[in-house]
């Protein structure tokens, strides 16, 4: 177990609809970052947030958005569905400047 | 554009033999370099790291060496186990401000280590 947890595991859902993901960061850590991993491809970084508040942005679409609770808790939400949306996505948190720990992912696939 | 390639998406090394995963890199900003490894169904794992004034870092078994010059590092685990069978992404991080810690991956080279 990391520490960080990512809910829930396996998502199902059909185009148009929107779904929202869920991440607690371990204990004392400020820094929730999110990364979305397609078929084949490699870590793509979406939006880190920092005690509350948007700290860096990446490649993450107008339909997705995310924010940080009060309990640094996180919640990712993606909107209008597409298929090519299907794909994993993670959640890390870090407090130092030395590297992420990662929760086990969510499996979003769309149908 | 990709701006960490791993152009091996697969490797495979018979058990106790090294294994050397490269990575290629083509930000000249990015000022530290990351190795994970991840098995199915978990998420990445934090593996070994190097600053980009260093060309090697060791540990135990994986040592990562930085060419900055050729803009190319790689892992070498030795040697290698079965238990090594896994995804391993490079990742590089672009110097910038405090509190900002956003990696850039490659795709992954997934390695099998035949017994």
């Known amino acids: 177990d990391s520490g960080v947890t990512q809910t829930p595991k396996h998502l199902i859902t059909a185009t148009g609809q929107r779904v929202t993901l869920r991440c607690s960061p371990r204990?004392?850590?400020?820094?929730v970052y999110w990364y979305q991993q397609s078929l084949d491809q490699g870590l793509q970084f979406l939006i880190q947030?920092?005690?509350?508040?948007?700290?860096a942005k990446g490649n993450i679409l107008e339909r997705f958005s995310a924010q940080q609770f009060p309990d640094l808790h996180s919640e990712l939400n993606l909107s209008s569905l597409e298929l090519g949306d299907s794909a994993l996505y993670f959640c890390?948190?870090?407090?130092?400047?030395?590297?992420?720990?990662f929760g086990s992912g969510t499996r979003l696939t769309v149908v | 554009d990709q701006q960490v390639k791993q152009n091996s998406p697969s490797l495979s090394v018979q058990e106790g033999r090294i294994s050397i995963l490269n990575c290629d890199y083509t930000?000249?900003?990015?000022?530290?370099f990351l190795w994970y490894k991840k098995y199915p169904a978990e998420g990445p794992t934090f593996l070994i790291s190097?600053?980009?004034?260093?060309d090697k870092n060791e540990d135990g078994r994986f040592t990562v060496f930085l060419n900055k010059s050729a803009k190319h590092l790689s892992l070498h685990i030795v040697p290698s186990q079965p238990g090594d069978s896994a995804v391993y992404f490079c990742?590089?991080?672009?110097?910038?401000?405090?509190?900002?810690?956003?990696?850039?991956f490659g795709k992954g080279t997934k390695l099998s280590v035949i017994p």
């Open positions: 947030y920092y005690n509350g508040e948007e700290r």
């Open positions: 190097i600053s980009s004034i260093k």
């Open positions: 890390a948190s870090s407090v130092s400047n030395y590297g992420y720990t």
């Open positions: 930000n000249s900003m990015f000022d530290y």
């Open positions: 204990s004392g850590d400020l820094s």
């Open positions: 990742a590089a991080k672009e110097g910038s401000g405090a509190g900002s810690y956003q990696l850039t």
